[in-house]
């Protein structure tokens, strides 16, 4: 049962991959702790000094960490899909190939899929420490989230008109029910997001971050999201903060950072 999914964003290069890091690795003594890179330019690798890849791999007691391949899963989702409406009209079967061309470009494709990955993420571990893409790509994550259910709600209403035509054709419909289990986990997603996530918003002490910093506040306001400066040397700042370690890099180095007032706030 999840008990706290968390975010880390903020400009580029503000530290988000190795908060994460090193707060997962601290959750871990808490319990499973599954580290999830959803930023395309993954650096989890770089920040262990393991391979980690597309697979959930082990790094140490309850620690597991994984980049996610949004271009792979895309790929996955658009032949189950596709599959489905090639069943239910056969005749547009063969065009169907090359829209699954166009399907892996389109707005908001990366982005759905990995929200429906780290839903059944969700399920699988107590503690969900989420590396984001710096702030444009974070927002566009939620607020997909967002949009994506109100369109499968219309979907949803849509096939069941269609199902009629199809029991009484004797067919089964294999969309109706992919839609519908879409929906759900759209759904189980937004409660997700209310009940369980916090957001940090991390800046340097620098102001353009600190501006993007009250961006994601700002635009996240119906979320749980507190301020964090991280690489902290002295700057007056009541919040919480994470002061400035030498090479945070590796189990080791990434134990010296020190998140003990981020854990405060899960
Ligand atoms: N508390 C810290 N003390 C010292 N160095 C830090 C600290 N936090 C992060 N760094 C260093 O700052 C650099 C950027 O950190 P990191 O890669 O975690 O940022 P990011 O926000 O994930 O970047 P990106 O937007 O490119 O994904 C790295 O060299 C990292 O080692
Ligand atoms: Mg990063």
């Known amino acids: 049962m999840l008990k706290r999914l968390v975010f880390f964003g903020g400009k580029g290069g503000v530290g988000k991959s190795t908060l994460s890091s090193a707060t997962a690795l601290r959750l871990s003594e808490k319990g499973r702790t599954l580290l999830v890179s959803v930023d395309p330019a993954h650096s989890l690798t770089g920040i262990f000094g393991l391979e980690i890849g597309s697979q959930v791999k082990s790094l140490k007691e309850n620690l597991y960490a994984v980049e996610l391949s949004a271009e792979g899963l895309v790929e996955e989702y658009a032949q189950r899909v596709l599959g489905a ?3 239910l009209l056969p005749s547009i079967s063969s065009g169907l190939k090359e829209y699954t061309k166009h ?5 908001t494709a990366l982005e759905t899929v990995v929200l429906d990955r780290l839903v059944e ?3 699988e571990y107590p503690f969900l420490v989420v590396d984001s893409a710096p702030t444009g790509q974070m927002l566009r994550l939620f607020e997909t989230a967002h949009m994506v259910r109100g369109w499968f709600e219309f979907l949803f209403r849509l096939a069941k ?3 009629k ?3 009484f054709m004797g067919r089964e419909d294999n969309l109706l029910r992919l839609i519908e289990e879409r929906r759900r986990k759209l759904e189980t997603l937004e409660s997700i997001l209310r009940e369980k996530a916090v957001i940090f918003a991390v800046a340097n002490e620098e102001r353009l971050s600190i501006q993007e910093m009250e961006t994601l506040r700002e635009r996240l306001k119906n979320f749980r999201v507190y301020p964090l400066l991280n690489r902290w040397l002295g700057m007056e700042w009541k ?3 994470v002061g400035w370690v030498k090479e945070p890099y590796g189990l080791e180095g990434l134990k010296r950072v020190e998140v003990g007032e981020i854990l405060e706030l899960l």
């Open 85 to 87: 409406v090639g069943e």
């Open 103 to 107: 399907i892996k470009h389109s707005p």
């Open 121 to 123: 993420l969700c399920n």
């Open 161 to 163: 008109e269609r199902q």
């Open 165 to 167: 035509v199809e029991r």
């Open 239 to 241: 919040g919480p903060k």
